[in-house]
């Protein structure tokens, strides 16, 4: 069983929105440092959006105003709200966890994660 689980990808029209989720069935988010990143053909995966252990939260400066990203904690999930989407958020999106959060400012480095989801892919169509 996947300790980190994706869900809500899908393609949409320029302008359209979509929701991310990520969940856990066997740690608990509230106390981890989480991400979504993303990772397009030919460029490097790049960290969308991080928050820490007290839900401070830092984006890509590109997604500012567009994406929220927001934790569940009955839900145990992490959710990224995608509004205003435009071509050049097509990507193959990933989770990425670092159970007991360890910072108080979001890492936004792959390299601070230890636990990644498998991906879901994101099709803005214009």
């Known amino acids: 069983q996947a300790q980190v689980q994706e869900s809500g990808g899908g393609t949409v029209e320029t302008g359209g929105s979509l929701r991310l989720s990520c969940t856990s069935p066997t740690i608990y988010i509230g106390t981890a440092c989480m991400a979504w990143f993303r990772q397009a053909p030919g460029k490097e995966r790049e960290a969308v959006a991080a928050?820490?252990?007290?839900?401070?939260?830092r984006y890509l400066e590109s997604v500012k105003g567009r994406f929220t990203l927001s934790r569940d904690n009955e839900r145990n999930a992490l959710d990224l709200e995608m509004n205003s989407l435009k071509s050049e958020d097509t990507a193959v999106y990933y989770c990425?966890?670092?159970?007991?959060?360890?910072?108080?400012?979001?890492?936004?480095?792959?390299?601070?994660?230890?636990?990644w989801g498998q991906g879901t892919q994101v099709t803005v169509s214009s």
């Open positions: 990425a966890i670092r159970p007991a959060c360890p910072s108080l400012e979001p890492f936004l480095e792959a390299q601070d994660y230890t636990l």
């Open positions: 928050l820490d252990r007290l839900h401070n939260v």
